[in-house]
């Protein structure tokens, strides 16, 4: 159990434009959703936790009307990237926790390519 | 953001070789735990630890809850050629985790 995806694995987008990314708990109910960024080389940075239903909590330096979370149902988190830039080139990922669980899973990941 | 010392930043061992780590942290934690990672993944949980002093195994690897509550350390016995990757600890404070620095790991065969 405890499998989380996020689509899609990969986007390359212009600069300018918004993607959004998904993270779905497959066999689980998410109470907690985190997102984080992840340079190459480097740590998981975590942007954002978010709980159903309500707004996300940003860490320090994140830009809420930048990186839009929107967790909307137990299994389903959203991150938009708006007006994108080439410096958001990144890998995202996130993950979720559980009533069930008190360790958090992750999802695969999305590599993000702005032109 | 905030991040957990990490050590070794990255290791070379032969193959057959038994692997250690470990992470450390000003702040006490409730929960220790340890993620492999492979290029263009994300984290996968190795092992969850949640009482100081806990020493749990999941197959060639052990990991230990210190103590104090402010460190864990990984070790990997008998390294295959699969291990390779990055080791991320991760501490859970009062409402999210907080990973470490992560150990780039490589194994020679």
């Known amino acids: 159990g405890a499998v989380v995806s996020q689509h899609p694995s990969r986007v390359i987008c212009k600069s300018g434009t918004s993607v959004k990314i998904e993270c779905r708990s497959l066999d689980f109910q998410a109470t907690t959703m985190f997102w984080y960024r992840q340079f190459p080389k480097q740590s998981l940075m975590l942007m954002a936790t978010?709980?159903?239903?309500?707004?996300?909590?940003?860490e320090q330096g994140v830009e809420k009307d930048k990186f839009l979370i929107n967790h909307a149902s137990l299994t389903l988190s959203t991150l938009t990237v708006t007006s994108a830039h080439p410096e958001d080139s990144s890998f995202y990922i996130c993950?979720?926790?559980?009533?069930?669980?008190?360790?958090?899973?992750f999802g695969p990941g999305t590599r993000l390519t702005v032109l | 953001g905030q991040q957990l010392n990490q050590s070794p930043q990255s290791m070379f061992i032969q193959e057959g070789e038994d692997v250690s780590m470990n992470c450390t942290s000003s702040s006490i934690f409730n929960t220790w735990l340890w993620y492999k990672q492979e290029p263009g993944e994300g984290p996968v949980l190795l092992i969850a630890?949640?009482?100081?002093?806990e020493l749990t195994s999941n197959g060639r690897l052990t990991a230990q809850f210190g103590i104090t509550r402010k460190d864990s350390f990984l070790n990997i016995s008998a390294s295959i050629p699969s291990d390779v990757g990055i080791y991320f600890c991760?501490?859970?404070?009062?409402?999210?985790?907080?990973f470490g620095t992560g150990t780039r790991l490589k194994v020679l065969a």
């Open positions: 630890l949640y009482k100081a002093g």
């Open positions: 991760a501490g859970h404070g009062t409402y999210k985790y907080i």
């Open positions: 978010s709980n159903e239903g309500s707004k996300a909590t940003y």
């Open positions: 993950s979720a926790t559980g009533a069930s669980y008190n360790e958090q899973f």
